[in-house]
């Protein structure tokens, strides 16, 4: 009698495997534009959320102490590590909350009796290189501006001066991102919000 031998198993052709090879790798250099913006829309939401915080940190901090404390943006020479190489800038998303200037200062140890006073401070990371950030002292404002100061009532006291603007884009010209932009009003409210002309004047998101 007869034994029926079972089908052998059959695997990958060289050939299947080229074209299986192919088609993946044209559908990943598809997808790569899209995956390259949607990391940097994080990351401009990253750097926008960071800030934020650390506005709104300086507010209450100055309404906790009834005492004046200014958020202050800061270059630094690596973007990872607040250090004491920092400068004011009005481009840099690293920050530094402090009660004086912290120029030479930012990696200084909290204090409330030394000067800056610094509170706390935060550098912006590997989003540095891939974010820009522009402050200004007010929306279609040109100037420049790089700090703004709470007093215990938590409103703005260097009005003449201070951020009113702070707009946070992608780094390709050209691009579709998710921009965002933080507004500071003279009463110190803080709001995030989207710059974009498309988003509807209903919205609480659009600026």
Same mark, same amino acid.
């Given at each position: 009698m007869r034994t029926?031998?079972?089908p052998r198993s059959r695997g990958f052709t060289l050939v299947e495997l080229v074209v299986t090879i192919a088609v993946f790798a044209l559908l +990943? +250099? !598809?997808a +790569?534009?899209?995956l390259g913006t949607w990391t940097d829309n994080t990351r401009i939401r990253n750097v926008a959320s960071s800030l934020l915080d650390g506005l709104q940190l300086a507010r209450a901090e100055a309404i906790r102490r009834n005492q004046n404390v200014s958020f202050w943006l800061v270059n630094i020479d690596n973007p990872a590590v607040l250090s004491n190489d920092c400068t004011l800038s009005n481009i840099s998303g690293?920050?530094?909350v402090s009660v004086n200037s912290p120029i030479g200062h930012c990696a200084d140890a909290p204090s409330t009796d030394s000067s800056p006073m610094l509170v706390t401070?935060? !550098?912006v990371g590997d989003a540095g290189g891939r974010v820009s950030v522009t402050a200004v002292l007010a929306a279609?404002?040109?100037t420049a501006a790089n700090s703004v100061t709470f007093n215990g009532f938590g409103r703005l006291v260097n009005t003449t001066d201070a951020i009113?603007?702070?707009d946070i884009t992608g780094p390709t010209s050209g691009a579709t991102y998710r921009n965002l932009r933080l507004v500071v009003s003279p009463a110190g409210q803080v709001r995030m919000c989207d710059p974009d002309s498309g988003v509807a004047t209903t919205d609480p998101r659009r600026c």
């Open positions: 029926r031998r079972s +990943l +250099l !598809a +790569l534009p899209s690293s920050w530094v401070g935060r !550098a279609g404002s040109s009113g603007q702070i």
